[in-house]
């Protein structure tokens, strides 16, 4: 079971930082990665971390988003910084339990098994 929290409204340039505890299994050996989606569109990646730290990021996030694993905490998380208003999305946490290197740093909504429940990221202008 995956609870997020964080995220809420920010101003255009601002920072915010989602995280995802994990309950009912010890997910360090689990792909984590965090998903956005805007209403009607497909759920899209936006980063993933492995078991062991390696991390990959949506090209239009690159320098300003960072995710990483607590693994003492089972709690994964999203900061985000210079946040763009094309950045508004409600944002998923993922869990897999499998290596990321398996199912690909850049695997699709369909290859994760658990989800957190969604949390709406607003950016104003």
């Known amino acids: 079971q995956l609870e997020q929290s964080g995220g809420g409204s920010v101003q255009s340039g601002g920072s915010l930082t989602l995280s995802c505890a994990a309950s009912?299994?010890?997910?360090?050996?689990?792909?984590m990665a965090w998903f956005r989606q805007s209403p009607g569109k497909e759920r899209e990646w936006v980063a993933f971390?492995?078991?062991?730290?390696?991390?990959n990021y949506k090209d239009s996030v690159k320098g300003r988003v960072a995710i990483s694993l607590d693994n003492a905490k089972n709690t994964v998380y999203l900061k985000m910084n210079s946040l763009k208003t094309e950045d508004e999305y409600t944002y998923f946490c993922?869990?897999?339990?499998?290596?990321?290197?398996?199912?690909?740093?850049?695997?699709?909504?369909?290859?994760?098994?658990?989800w957190g429940q969604g949390t709406l990221v607003l950016v104003s202008s």
């Open positions: 009912g299994d010890t997910y360090s050996t689990y792909c």
């Open positions: 993922a869990a897999e339990p499998r290596l990321c290197e398996e199912i690909g740093y850049d695997a699709a909504e369909a290859d994760f098994m658990f």
């Open positions: 971390i492995g078991s062991d730290g390696r991390t």
